[in-house]
């Protein structure tokens, strides 16, 4: 490289350096330590090693780049400022302000040119796993002669991301499935918040990720871009396994008094500090957001290059297009999450006369009739595929060399599920699901909140959804989960009361657009009810329905329930008539769509002025808000118990007894 080459590199990377601590500074709040330390890695992805192209972040065969350690955002903004994204300097300037470009971690879907949001750390980490693996299972089903997809995975990860367990997990998968186009960049600083990371961190990590099976590489010096770019280089052509590559730099890189120190974190570094670094630099001390016009000319060029890599890639891609008309249609409809017609012709209705049903076992009857239909689903379950239902009987194992198939196996690594199914729907072109029990959503929650801040349409299969569970116990029984789940925006939670508003709950599921959709779903068997075939469609829809009216004169009371619950009111409402009590029947699978609902529907099923009482198997808070203080709730205030089902079931007030009791005390009879 030439001197002069090198000059400007030093520019551009001491470019990102000052912007980042200025825009600290400014904002009074943020880390400008890691962004001075590992400038010199985005500055040499983005403008040597990425095919990207800034005036159109969204190219589907774009390189995806992954922030995990997103507390160091201002490395990534000044990045994409310099390269010709759509953020201006200004909103460098308006770095962690109200309505600004630049939040404080970097939000997907906010800011042109983040890929996923992250702060949660490991949480990236997680999510590269499945954009990597979206990249790998597309290539296979849709490469032919041409290759329309080929992209790589970068990710830059810090100590934290490497020590939570959902980046082990992540990391572990992503070896076995030999991904060979998911490139780890660690900063290996030795530092985090309290300190040196020797207070609680003493593996080798690569020797870690050698016993994954990735490819490791270790770079002695951040600034050495000559060692930089032959590992990334090296990294590219491992064609067979993931790629670390440790690099070993120094937070707060030349600030006299903070580099290699955790003050150089989460507090900007003083006017002082920031005037002697920038001295060390050859920076103009007392400049602020200054961006050399020759290193803003220099970064730029990636807006040159970019419609460049595009453009080759539309050329091939129209090549294979004329070669593969059918297969080309295939593609842009799941590019634009569009669903097929007819994509529901195979759906099943299921009748009152069939056996009763458990609603995880009719969710897999309803996955492998539609998956035929939608070859854009792709999931599986954390080892509990035979409980959930969640294999699909017409695809093989997808596995290392085998792509192109779509029963996926996660192992016991829920939280790493929860990531790759966030990178899988942010890729494009897959709708993923993934599978475990109810408790267990506890384990990936972190990724599941990311999904609904993100809006992805993932789905969640929760199985095994109440104390119903049965002999495992109050370990196995969840209780709060529903309402925990619940009180994530945008989160649509549905849980059917049988067969037929499982069906429709997929329908919801699979139309819906602006966040994940969880399905809960039973162990036991349920019944068919009478209506659900005819109401469900339309009534799942709404979030709540009436299910049966009261039979004979107007409603005194409305019994409301979801999921296995529902059965008992039903019940209750024939015991109630009995005694000569009219009650009507609600089922609510959904609050979310429900709360959607006008007034008038809302008022025409819970109609104001009728005494309510409503039955789940979970915690009775939130069903107040449906009840009303008049009202009354049948739910759980505490943990589950070890015994058959229906045992936990009646001892814990869940028989249709309890419901005619409380119904009756509720009117005064
Ligand atoms: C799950 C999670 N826990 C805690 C934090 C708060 N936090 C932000 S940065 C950080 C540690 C930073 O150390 P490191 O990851 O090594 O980054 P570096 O010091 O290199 O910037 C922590 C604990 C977080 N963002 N996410």
């Not at 590219?236 to 600030?255: D, F, K, N, T, W």
């Not at 460049?308 to 890639?313: E, F, H, I, R, V």
């Amino acid at each position: 490289m030439s001197e002069k080459s090198d000059q400007l590199d030093q520019l551009c990377i001491n470019t990102i350096r000052t912007l980042s601590m200025d825009a600290v500074e400014k904002a009074h709040s943020g880390h400008p330590g890691t962004p001075m330390a590992l400038a010199p890695i985005v500055y040499l992805l983005f403008t040597r090693f990425m095919r990207h192209n800034p005036a159109d972040p969204g190219w589907p065969d774009r390189d995806r780049f992954v922030l995990s350690c997103g507390h160091a955002s201002m490395l990534l903004y000044s990045i994409l400022h310099l390269t010709g994204y759509r953020l201006p300097l200004e909103e460098l300037k308006r770095f962690r302000q109200w309505g600004s470009l630049t939040p404080g971690h970097p939000e997907y879907g906010h800011t042109p040119g983040v890929e996923t949001t992250t702060g949660p750390l490991g949480q990236g980490c997680g999510t590269s796993v499945g954009m990597a693996l979206a990249e790998a299972h597309l290539g296979a089903r849709f490469n032919r002669e041409e290759s329309i997809v080929e992209h790589f995975t970068y990710v830059l990860c810090s100590d934290g991301d490497l020590m939570e367990g959902i980046s082990h997990e992540a990391a572990s998968l992503a070896g076995h499935l030999k991904l060979g186009k998911l490139i780890w960049l660690y900063d290996d600083n030795h530092i985090t918040i309290e300190g040196d990371t020797a207070l609680a961190f003493d593996e080798d990590v690569p020797r870690r990720f050698e016993s994954y099976g990735w490819q490791v590489q270790r770079v002695q010096d951040v600034n050495d871009l000559e060692a930089l770019g032959g590992a990334i280089e090296s990294a590219q052509s491992e064609a067979h396994r993931p790629s670390l590559i440790a690099v070993r730099s120094h937070i707060a890189y030349g600030a006299p008094h903070k580099q290699d120190t955790a003050a150089a974190h989460g507090s900007p570094l003083g006017a002082e500090e920031i005037r002697a670094a920038k001295r060390f630099y050859g920076w103009p001390p007392d400049k602020s957001f200054y961006v050399p016009p020759e290193a803003l000319a220099h970064c730029r060029r990636a807006l040159e290059r970019g419609p460049g890599y595009q453009a080759s890639w539309q050329e091939r891609f129209e090549r294979w297009q004329a070669a593969h008309p059918q297969l080309a249609a295939e593609w842009q409809r799941i590019q634009q999450r569009e669903l097929p017609p007819d994509w529901d012709r195979d759906l099943p209705v299921f009748s009152p006369q069939e056996p009763p049903l458990a609603s995880r076992a009719a969710s897999g009857k309803i996955l492998n009739a539609i998956a035929p239909h939608l070859p854009e689903l792709l999931g599986g379950a954390a080892d509990l595929a035979p409980s959930t239902k969640t294999l699909l009987a017409g695809s093989q194992d997808l596995e290392a060399g085998h792509y192109g198939e779509r029963n996926l196996h996660f192992g016991i690594r829920e939280h790493a599920m929860g990531a790759v199914l966030n990178g899988l729907a942010l890729h494009g072109g897959i709708r993923p699901y993934g599978a475990t029990f109810l408790i267990f959503s506890d384990y990936m929650r972190p990724a599941v909140r990311l999904a609904a801040l993100m809006k992805q349409p993932v789905i969640y299969i929760w199985t095994h959804d109440s104390i119903a569970q049965g002999e495992d116990g109050p370990t196995h029984q969840p209780v709060e989960q529903l309402l925990a789940l619940r009180a994530i925006p945008n989160m649509t939670l549905l849980r059917p009361a049988d067969a037929n508003e499982t069906a429709a709950a997929w329908r919801v599921a699979l139309e819906h657009d602006g966040g994940p959709v969880g399905l809960a779903l039973s162990r036991q068997k349920l019944p068919t009810l009478v209506g659900t075939a005819e109401k469900a469609p339309e009534g799942v829809r709404r979030g709540a329905y009436i299910l049966a009216e009261a039979p004979g004169d107007p409603p005194q009371l409305v019994l409301l329930a979801s999921g296995s619950e529902v059965q008992l009111i039903v019940a209750a409402q024939a015991e109630l008539q009995r005694q000569g009590v009219q009650a009507r029947v609600v089922s609510m699978p959904c609050w979310e769509l429900f709360d959607e609902q006008v007034r008038d529907y809302r008022e025409s099923v819970l109609p104001p002025k009728l005494p309510k009482l409503a039955v789940e198997a979970g915690t009775a808070r939130g069903w107040r808000d449906y009840v009303g203080l008049e009202g009354d709730v049948i739910g759980l205030d505490r943990f589950g118990a070890s015994a058959p089902g229906a045992i936990v079931l009646e001892k814990l007030g869940f028989s249709v007894d309890e419901v005619v009791r409380r119904a009756r005390a509720l009117l005064s009879l």
